[in-house]
């Protein structure tokens, strides 16, 4: 599924000759808009059918319900990223270099902004079978960073996964203070100074700047 812009109205007059897949990617983008705007539990699923200029039958012949609707929602988002960092992630990273391939993956969320993709995971978040999803996708994305964070940084798995997870949560936390306070944060300045934390003793060891 393409993640949709959104500011964008979808108005789709609908077709028997339209594929089932077709079908359901209309149904995903109506309801990812009314799940920005109005919230999951505000909307209906007729108001989705509507939305995506299809029946509410045809809604329920896709998916069972509209949990099952944000379900997919979050999916797509999740291997949105998956490739995305497949295509950009090197064998070796450092921390600064994880915080900016977060900050550019970001930017991009398939086209959905970085605030209603949070959004709608938030959401799903509040649905267990979505929130469980969710862990054990976080988890795994952790590990594989963990693994290719450069050793230099962490003589252990474990130690680098604990760098992993202040790296995420520092990038989320900067990202917070701009989606929920409106605070203007200068993520380049931020990138420099993680540099220079890093810059000097790592594991006991002093490492030489490249």
């Known amino acids: 599924m393409t993640i949709a812009k959104p500011g964008k109205e979808h108005k789709i007059q609908q077709s028997p000759k339209l594929p089932a897949q077709k079908r359901r990617e209309q149904l995903m ?27 509410k039958g045809a809604l329920y ?20 990223g998956n490739a995305m960092f497949a295509e950009q992630m090197p064998e070796k990273i450092s921390p600064v ?39 054990r996708r976080v988890r795994e994305r952790r590990v594989k960073f963990a693994e290719m964070l ?23 936390g900067l990202a917070a203070e701009t989606m929920v306070h409106g605070l203007k944060v200068d993520i380049d300045a931020q990138m420099q100074l993680l540099e220079q934390l890093f810059a000097g003793q790592v594991s006991g060891k002093k490492r030489t700047r490249k």
């Open 29 to 55: 983008r109506a309801a990812q808009t009314l799940f920005v705007r109005k919230g999951y539990r505000a909307t209906t699923t007729e108001e989705i059918a509507r939305k995506a200029g299809l029946t």
């Open 61 to 80: 012949f896709h998916f069972s319900n509209k949990e099952d609707v944000l379900f997919e929602l979050v999916k797509a988002i999740n291997e949105y």
């Open 97 to 135: 270099g994880l915080f900016r391939l977060l900050r550019d993956l970001h930017q991009g969320c398939g086209g959905l902004k970085h605030q209603d993709a949070v959004d709608i995971w938030i959401q799903g978040l509040r649905i267990p079978r979505i929130k469980k999803y969710i862990s």
């Open 150 to 172: 450069d050793p230099s940084f962490g003589r252990s798995l474990k130690q680098r996964g604990e760098i992993v997870m202040m790296i995420v949560a520092l990038y989320h």
